[in-house]
Nanobody
Framework: QVQLVESGGGLVQPGGSLRLSCAAS????????MGWYRQAPGKERELVAT???????NYADSVKGRFTISRDNAKNTVSLQMNSLKLEDTAVYYC?????????WGQGTQVTVSS
């Protein structure tokens, strides 16, 4: 079992920044992939960004150049720096841990971009 705890969501104006963090605990395996997904009201959950344990990152086109994912393998944490936020970034953001057949999710943190 892996537990994921997110933090850092909130309310921000368009153009602002937020940083999300996720701490993983439990049975952590090397070679995992961690990432962030989001779900807006009435929409399906979608990929935001993922990062391998080796540091290779993958981003959704909609966030490229604005969001940066990073991780600390020693602390089992993954972070998402979100800059130049837009109204359409409003969603619940979920941390994800994936290793082989194992797939775990955090409880989600709300990000609201509003003027």
């Amino acid at each position: 079992q892996v537990q994921l705890v997110e933090s850092g969501g909130g309310l921000v104006q368009p153009g602002g920044s937020l940083r999300l963090s996720c701490a993983a605990s439990g049975r952590i395996f090397n070679g995992n992939v961690m990432g962030w997904y989001r779900q807006a009201p009435g929409k399906e959950r979608e990929l935001v960004a993922t990062i391998t344990s080796g540091g290779r990152a993958n981003y959704a086109d909609s966030v490229k150049g604005r969001f940066t994912i990073s991780r600390d393998n020693a602390k089992n944490t993954v972070s998402l720096q979100m800059n130049s936020l837009k109204l359409e970034d409003t969603a619940v953001y979920y941390c994800n841990y994936r290793f082989g057949q194992y797939d775990y999710w955090g409880q989600g943190t709300q990000v609201t971009v509003s003027s």
